[in-house]
C-alpha cells in the first residue's frame, strides 16, 4: 500500500482545508484508515479514523465537532475535512491504513504510513 497525503496549506484561523489520502496501488479498500499528526517538537497524536466501508468513525477530543473523516471506495480515497481551524491544529498530518478493517486511535495497529502534508494555521 503506497499512501499520499495531500491537501495541506497555509489557512487563517477559523478557516478550512480539506486532505486527501489517496491509495496509488488501490489496496486498501478493506482496511481502517486513521490520520495522525505532529506538530513541532510533539509526540505524534491520533487525529481521527475510519472502518473500512465508512460505518464507523472515530475522533480525538481535540478535533470533535470541527473535523470529519470520510472515504469514497470508489476513488479508492479517505477524506479529512477541517473546519474552524485553530493554531494549534498547526502540524504535519499524516494518514495510515490499519491491519485491521475496523477503526483504532493506536498507532500500533497501523502498519502503512503515508508521506505526511503540512498544515499551518496562522492566528
Known amino acids: 500500500v503506497q499512501l499520499q497525503a495531500s491537501g495541506g496549506g497555509l489557512v487563517q484561523t477559523g478557516g478550512s482545508l480539506r486532505l486527501s489520502c489517496a491509495d496509488s496501488?488501490?489496496?486498501?479498500?478493506?482496511?481502517?484508515v486513521g490520520w495522525f499528526r505532529q506538530a513541532p517538537g510533539k509526540e505524534r497524536e491520533f487525529v481521527a479514523a475510519?472502518?473500512?466501508?465508512?460505518?464507523?468513525?472515530y475522533y480525538a477530543d481535540s478535533v470533535k465537532g470541527r473535523f470529519t473523516v470520510s472515504r469514497d471506495r470508489a476513488k479508492n480515497t479517505v477524506y479529512l475535512q477541517m473546519n474552524n481551524l485553530r493554531y494549534e491544529d498547526t502540524a504535519v498530518y499524516y494518514c495510515?491504513?490499519?491491519?485491521?478493517?475496523?477503526?483504532?486511535?493506536?498507532?500500533?495497529?497501523?502498519?502503512?504510513w503515508g508521506q505526511g502534508t503540512l498544515v499551518t494555521v496562522s492566528s
Open positions: 475510519i472502518d473500512w466501508n465508512g460505518g464507523n468513525t
Open positions: 495510515a491504513a490499519s491491519r485491521y478493517a475496523s477503526a483504532s486511535s493506536q498507532p500500533a495497529v497501523y502498519t502503512n
Open positions: 496501488r488501490r489496496t486498501f479498500s478493506n482496511n481502517g
